[in-house]
């Protein structure tokens, strides 16, 4: 499970990019783990990495 913080670093956006793009779809959605903790899963950054890079 990654954190925002650690999608954001691989990703090289901001928290605010980030957010953007789960709300426009262009990202999937987290996963609630907490009140105030969301996470998502590793293979999802992964799968996102390597249509991003591939296109």
Same mark, same amino acid.
């Given at each position: 499970?990654?954190?925002?913080?650690?999608?954001? /670093? !691989? @990703? &090289?956006?901001? *928290?605010?990019? @980030?957010? !953007?793009?789960?709300?426009? /779809?262009? $990202? *999937?959605? +987290?996963?609630? %783990? /907490? *009140? #105030? !903790?969301?996470?998502? #899963?590793?293979?999802?950054?992964? +799968? $996102? %990495? +390597?249509?991003?890079? &591939?296109?």
């Amino acid at each position: 499970m990654w954190s925002k913080k650690q999608v954001c /670093g !691989r @990703l &090289g956006v901001s *928290p605010v990019t @980030l957010w !953007r793009w789960v709300c426009s /779809g262009h $990202f *999937p959605k +987290a996963i609630q %783990l /907490g *009140p #105030r !903790r969301i996470a998502w #899963r590793s293979s999802v950054v992964e +799968a $996102f %990495l +390597a249509k991003t890079e &591939g296109a």
